[in-house]
C-alpha cells in the first residue's frame, strides 16, 4: 500500500507541474497573442491613415492641375480673345440725340420730338 501511494503521489506531483507548466504556457500564449492583435489593429490603423493620406494628396494635386488648367485657358482666352458683341456695345460711340418736348392739345401728355443733329 506504501508502495501504491508513493507512485500515485509522484504521479499527482507529476501532473501538478505539467498543470502548472500548462498555466504558464497558456498565460504567456494569451499574452503575445493579444500583443499581436494590438499590432495588427495598430498596422491596420496606420495603413488606413497612409491611404486617406495619399487619397487626400492625390485629390489635391487634381485640383491644383485643374485650377492651373483654367487659369491658363482664362489667361490665354483674354489675351488672344477678340470684343464679343455685347462687349462692342458698350464701347462703341452712338450719335447724340436731342429730346425736345411739346404738349399736345391742352392735355398734359408729353410726347418726345427727336431730333438728330
Given amino acids: 500500500m506504501s508502495q501504491w501511494s508513493l507512485t500515485v503521489e509522484a504521479e499527482q506531483t507529476c501532473a501538478d507541474e ?3 507548466y500548462l498555466r504558464k ?5 494569451k499574452q503575445r497573442e493579444s500583443l499581436s492583435e ?8 496606420e495603413q488606413s491613415r497612409k491611404d486617406q493620406l495619399e487619397f487626400e494628396r492625390t ?10 488648367k483654367i487659369k491658363e485657358t482664362k489667361g ?12 462692342a456695345a458698350k464701347t462703341a ?21 427727336l431730333e438728330s443733329i
Avoid at 504556457?25 to 500564449?29: A, G, M, N, T, V
Fill in 38 to 45: 494590438k499590432e495588427g489593429k495598430q498596422a491596420f490603423l
Fill in 18 to 20: 505539467n498543470v502548472a
Fill in 76 to 87: 490665354n482666352h483674354t489675351k488672344t480673345r477678340e470684343p464679343t458683341s455685347a462687349q
Fill in 93 to 113: 460711340k452712338l450719335p447724340k440725340l436731342n429730346c425736345h418736348y411739346k404738349v399736345k392739345g391742352g392735355t398734359n401728355r408729353l410726347a418726345p420730338v
Fill in 59 to 68: 485629390q489635391l494635386e487634381m485640383r491644383l492641375t485643374y485650377e492651373t
Fill in 25 to 29: 504556457w497558456l498565460i504567456e500564449y
